[in-house]
């Protein structure tokens, strides 16, 4: 397993950054620590760390959600984001925000936390039982979730997160087909707004 040439600690659920400076020079290899500390000292700005690392909120059903708290910052602001890591190492939830370099860190990680609590607040999907037979609807015609990569199809089909849970695009096709006749709006949108 790699480790941080920084650091030489194993990554942990974050991962690791490989980051070129130079061209034909060789990738190095950092945990998000590292990483943060070495573009805050490039840029000259400051590498903010007295933040909760983790979060727990209340979701609609009153189930407790976990959340790791995640910061990177890029040459363009910083990013924060809030993952439900589930026990097999699978994204439940996920949330993000950008912070601008001059705005306040404070007040970016309380942006990040209302959108958790807005995202938690409201559930798409709903589970029912039909003659002996459990199946999915819409609850209210909309459904927002999130679109990842799905190892079973080397990446050609996606899975889909909603409500923190996994979803096929087989198992969205089924939801779906309880409005069968009706038309559709499909909008893509960034992981921050």
């Known amino acids: 397993m790699e480790k941080c040439q920084i650091c030489n600690k194993e990554p942990d659920y974050q991962g690791l950054v490989h980051i070129t400076i130079k061209e034909n020079e060789q990738a190095k290899i950092m945990c998000r620590d590292c990483y943060n500390k070495y ?76 959108k958790i609590e807005k995202g938690l607040s409201k559930k798409f999907v709903e589970k029912s039982e039909f003659l002996g037979r459990e199946f999915f609807t819409l609850k209210s015609d909309v459904a927002e979730g999130r679109i990842e990569w799905d190892d079973n199809f080397d990446g050609e089909i996606p899975k889909l997160i909603i409500d923190g849970q996994e979803f096929t695009l087989n198992d969205l096709g089924k939801i779906m087909m309880s409005c069968e006749g009706w038309n559709f709006r499909l909008e893509i949108i960034e992981p921050s707004e």
Request: net charge negative.
């Open 39 to 114: 573009v805050s000292d490039m840029f000259g700005i400051d590498n903010y760390k007295d933040f909760e690392k983790e979060a727990v909120f209340e979701d609609c059903d009153g189930i407790e959600r976990y959340f790791q708290i995640e910061k990177i910052i890029n040459p363009t602001g910083i990013g924060w984001a809030a993952k439900e890591y589930l026990d097999d190492e699978k994204v439940g939830y996920s949330f993000e925000v950008c912070q601008e370099f001059e705005e306040d860190t404070t007040e970016a990680i309380d942006r990040l936390y209302k």
